[in-house]
């Protein structure tokens, strides 16, 4: 019986031994072409001019900012940072040179319009407040509102002008 079992063994290490090795075949698929390595034709034809000859001075590029990055004097600016839930601003501006900045953080369930008729500024904060309603009204060239309301850890409401 142990010899069967030996003799079985060894038949097993020696198809081991002799069977190929195995190998695991690449995933990588070529997306290039058969014929992409033949080469063109090399005959060579006229070029056809596109646009008349002359002397063409080089011209040096020129960075030209992206109109997020600059403000002219006669433009509007209008900027919003939202951090919370259910909150909603609404900045409508007519006229020229207005500019307006509203901050809601934290908080939620806070509406807030800011109303500038030209020529204005504002910049309104509001941090942990529910449930606020606010309106900024601005006619033409009215005195700039700067103001922060917070919502203290005590409870009470801070109005800084």
């Known amino acids: 019986m142990i010899s069967?079992?030996?003799?079985g063994g060894a038949l097993?290490?020696?198809?081991l031994a002799t069977s190929a090795a195995v190998c695991a075949?690449?995933?990588?698929?070529?997306?290039v072409g058969a014929k992409a390595g033949v080469?063109?034709?090399t005959t060579i034809s006229q070029p056809v001019q596109i646009a008349p000859g002359g002397n063409y001075a080089q011209r040096q590029a020129v960075f030209v900012p992206t109109p997020e990055t600059t403000r002219a004097r006669s433009s509007n600016f209008a900027n919003?940072?939202?951090i919370g839930s259910a909150n909603s601003v609404f900045q409508a501006q007519a006229g020229g040179?207005?500019?307006?900045?509203?901050?809601?953080?934290?908080?939620n369930d806070n509406n807030v319009a800011v109303?500038?008729?030209?020529?204005?500024?504002?910049?309104?904060?509001?941090?942990?407040?529910?449930?606020?309603?606010?309106?900024?009204?601005?006619?033409?060239?009215?005195a700039p509102i700067n103001m922060l309301i917070a919502r203290l850890p005590n409870g009470a409401l801070l109005?800084?002008?």
């Not at 097993?12 to 198809?15: D, F, H, I, L």
């Not at 075949?25 to 997306?31: F, G, P």
């Open 4 to 7: 069967r079992a030996l003799l």
């Open 12 to 15: 097993v290490a020696a198809g």
């Open 97 to 107: 040179k207005n500019f307006s900045n509203v901050g809601v953080l934290g908080g």
């Open 115 to 142: 109303l500038q008729g030209g020529r204005d500024f504002s910049n309104l904060q509001l941090v942990n407040a529910q449930g606020l309603s606010i309106a900024v009204l601005q006619p033409p060239g009215s």
């Open 39 to 41: 080469a063109a034709p």
């Open 159 to 161: 109005i800084k002008r």
């Open 25 to 31: 075949e690449s995933a990588y698929i070529s997306q």
């Open 80 to 82: 919003t940072l939202e």
